[in-house]
């Protein structure tokens, strides 16, 4: 883990709202891969395969 990240995550954790910040930032990374390997794959958001 790089320190920017590591420097976040210390700051989530000492606010006083971490849990919906972890919860917000947990989304934003599963969206953000479904967009990546959607755009690898050629696939719409929800696609499914065959």
Known sequence: M???MMDLRA????SADADILRE???????RLMEL???AA???AYG???A
């Open 41 to 43: 794959t050629g696939a």
């Open 11 to 14: 700051l989530v954790e000492q």
């Open 24 to 30: 917000m930032i947990g989304f934003a990374a599963e």
């Open 2 to 4: 790089t320190k920017p």
């Open 47 to 49: 696609e499914k395969s």
């Open 36 to 38: 990546e390997v959607g």
